[in-house]
C-alpha cells in the first residue's frame, strides 16, 4: 500500500459530461501529481501542485482542470468528456517537488466515457 | 525533451530464469532514472531509482539496475525470476533532472511460465 488514495475506483460516464477525481497524498507528502494511463498515449504527466500551488503543467487539456486544497488532497476535474477521455487516471505525491525522493502512486481511478 | 525507450514490449521468461529488461533514455544532463512495476489493477510501485553515485543500484524484490551512460541505458535486471514477478514495467526519467514530472517508457509486459 503507497499510501496514495484515489477515489473513486470506476467511473462510467457519457461523453459531454463533466467528473471529479479526488486523491489523499501519502501523509507528510506536500507535493501532488496526476498522470494519464491510455493505451495509445501511455503514461504521460498532467499536472502538478505543491502545498495547494499549482507547479508544473504536463499534456493536460483545457478541458481539465486541478486543484490542491489547504488540507492537501487533490482533485482533478475532467469536463465536456470525448470517448478519447476513457483511460486510468494516477494520482501520485512527495515529499517536495523537486527532491530526490520519489513519488508514489495511487491505485488509480478507470475512467470509461461512453 | 527527455525521453525514454523500452524496446521489448513483451517478454516470456521461465521461473528460476534470469531477466533483463531494456531500457534507453535520451537526456542532456545526467538523469534521474527509475524503475516502477504495475500489477494488474494496480498502481506503480517504485522498485529502485537512480540519481547518482554508485551506477549499480539495488531494488525491492531482488531487482537490480545499472546505469551505463556511454550507452544511454538503465536496465532492470533480476537474477531468478518468481512466477509473482509477472507485471508490466516502466522505465522513466526525471524531467529537468529531477524526481518530478516524470517521462515514462512504454512498458515492457513480463510473463512467467512454470
Known amino acids: 500500500d503507497s499510501g496514495v488514495t484515489q477515489t473513486p475506483k470506476h467511473l462510467i460516464t457519457a461523453t459531454g459530461q463533466r467528473v471529479t477525481l479526488r486523491c489523499s497524498p501519502r501523509?507528510?507528502?506536500?507535493?501532488v501529481y496526476w498522470y494519464q494511463q491510455s493505451l495509445d498515449q501511455g503514461l504521460q504527466f498532467l499536472i502538478q501542485?505543491?502545498?495547494?500551488?499549482?507547479?508544473a503543467k504536463g499534456n493536460i487539456l483545457e478541458r481539465f482542470s486541478a486543484q490542491q486544497f489547504p488540507d492537501l488532497h487533490s482533485e482533478l476535474n475532467l469536463s465536456s468528456l470525448e470517448l478519447g477521455d476513457s483511460a486510468l487516471y494516477f494520482c501520485a505525491s512527495s515529499v517536495a517537488p523537486g527532491e530526490s525522493s520519489p513519488l508514489h502512486f495511487g491505485n488509480g481511478t478507470r475512467l470509461t466515457v461512453t | 525533451a527527455q525521453s525514454v525507450t523500452q524496446p521489448d514490449i513483451h517478454i516470456t521468461v521461465s521461473e528460476g530464469a534470469s531477466l533483463e529488461l531494456r531500457c534507453n533514455y535520451s537526456?542532456?544532463?545526467?538523469?534521474?532514472l527509475f524503475w516502477y512495476v504495475q500489477s494488474p489493477g494496480q498502481g506503480l510501485q517504485l522498485l529502485l531509482k537512480?540519481?547518482?553515485?554508485?551506477?549499480l543500484v539495488q531494488g525491492i524484490k531482488g531487482f537490480e539496475a545499472e546505469f551505463k551512460r556511454s550507452q544511454s541505458s538503465f536496465n532492470l535486471r533480476k537474477p531468478s525470476v518468481h512466477w509473482s514477478d509477472a507485471a508490466e514495467y516502466f522505465c522513466a526519467v526525471g524531467a529537468g533532472g529531477t524526481a518530478s514530472k516524470l517521462t515514462f517508457g512504454t512498458g515492457t509486459r513480463l510473463q512467467v511460465t512454470l
Open positions: 501542485y505543491y502545498n495547494g500551488e499549482e507547479r
Open positions: 537512480y540519481f547518482s553515485g554508485d551506477t
Open positions: 537526456y542532456g544532463a545526467t538523469p534521474y
Open positions: 501523509s507528510g507528502d506536500l507535493s
